[in-house]
């Protein structure tokens, strides 16, 4: 939990929350940030008290103070990983969620809840993700790219032309709205491609589409019980997502036995075209017409007291509790992975 991404608060507060509840449930557990180390029952504690979720993400210049001095490339050495018969990543973002961390976990052996290296890395690439997605039947919305891949921003001509207005502007590779902008008109492309290559040097522009918000989580090969969301504002942004009172969600959302089952259907047709494991969330718009488009996979969804996930599994039946253990076990029983 933790490590060095933008969503490094949401992280630690994910882990604090699923150590209690594996330790609830009889494991015995360690917790580890990749930016320092195993921490000592003292700082969960003090972390718990303090609470580490803000209204904003942690600065550039505070993640880079720690890069300077994070463990990660020396991951597969610590006796704490080694040891373990599971390391339950509770990582968003980064290279807790595009892969690497995965990679060196695969390469000294040891077993880890959530997606492979292969599978966390396409999940991560909004860009890759969406054409998988639209491969496979899944509904997602036109976009446009701009980056050393991709060549020069599109013009405001070209959006308009392409995509119309308003557009989303985000990072390619990044969670929870970090970097991200709704733009309604021309003059606003400029600065909220400077905005999101703060973040990534790969932006998406994609077209906005507006209505409902919805959520299907993933655990195993069962679809759980489609949310919806309903933000205070316009975007479900980070303030939004993890600020106690900030967004209602509804779980089940009052939707038609038809419109549940395609929503569940396209969840699980997404989780299986970025050959994910574990567990996933997959959020979705849906526009008054009832279409539904696939906004983006989650590989390490929140689990924080304000998160999507443990609240679709609650309304499956599963404690936050039994969840955990469920998701742990799943890892503790699965075979090598290759994707």
């Known amino acids: 939990m933790g490590g060095t ?11 604090l929350r699923i150590a209690e509840a594996l330790r609830e449930s009889g494991h015995e557990v360690i917790a580890f940030d990749p930016a320092r180390g195993p921490l000592a029952r003292e700082e969960e504690a003090a972390m718990r008290r303090a609470g580490v979720v803000k209204t904003v993400p942690p600065t550039r210049e505070e993640l880079r103070e720690l890069e300077r001095s994070s463990r990660a490339p020396s991951l597969g050495t610590f006796p704490e990983v080694l040891g373990a018969d599971v390391v339950f990543l509770a990582l ?31 999940a991560m690439d909004k860009d890759l993700s969406k054409r998988l997605f639209r491969d496979a039947g899944v509904g997602t919305a ?9 060549g020069p921003a599109p013009t405001e001509d070209e959006v308009t032309e392409t995509l119309g207005w308003p557009v989303i502007v985000k990072p390619s590779r990044e969670g929870s709205t970090v970097g991200l ?14 905005e999101a290559a703060r973040h990534d040097d790969e932006v998406m522009i994609e077209r906005y589409i507006p209505g409902r918000e919805l959520t299907v989580a993933v655990v195993g090969d069962l679809a759980l ?11 479900y942004d980070y303030e939004c997502k993890y600020t106690a009172g900030m967004a209602y969600e509804q779980f089940p959302a009052d939707l038609t036995s038809e419109t549940t089952a395609e929503a569940q259907r396209q969840g699980l047709a997404a989780f299986r075209a970025l050959k994910l494991g574990g567990y996933a969330r997959i ?18 969804p929140g689990m924080t007291p304000t998160s999507l996930v443990p609240q679709a599994a609650a309304a499956a039946g599963m404690s936050f509790q039994e969840f955990c253990d469920k998701v742990a076990r799943l890892a503790a029983g699965a075979a090598s992975r290759a994707t």
């Open 5 to 15: 991404s933008s969503e490094r608060d949401v992280s630690l507060s994910s882990g």
């Open 283 to 300: 959020d979705f718009r849906m526009t008054e017409a009832g279409e539904l488009y696939c906004l983006e996979a989650n590989t390490l």
């Open 142 to 150: 036109e976009w446009m790219m701009t980056g050393p891949t991709f």
């Open 225 to 235: 019980p489609v949310g919806e969301i309903f933000p205070k504002h316009e975007i």
């Open 92 to 122: 968003h973002g980064g290279q807790g969620e595009d892969g690497t961390i995965q990679a060196l976990l695969d390469m000294v052996g040891v077993r880890y809840t959530g997606s492979g290296h292969l599978a966390s890395a396409l």
């Open 181 to 194: 902008t709704l733009v309604r008109e021309p003059a606003g492309l400029a600065p909220a491609i400077a």
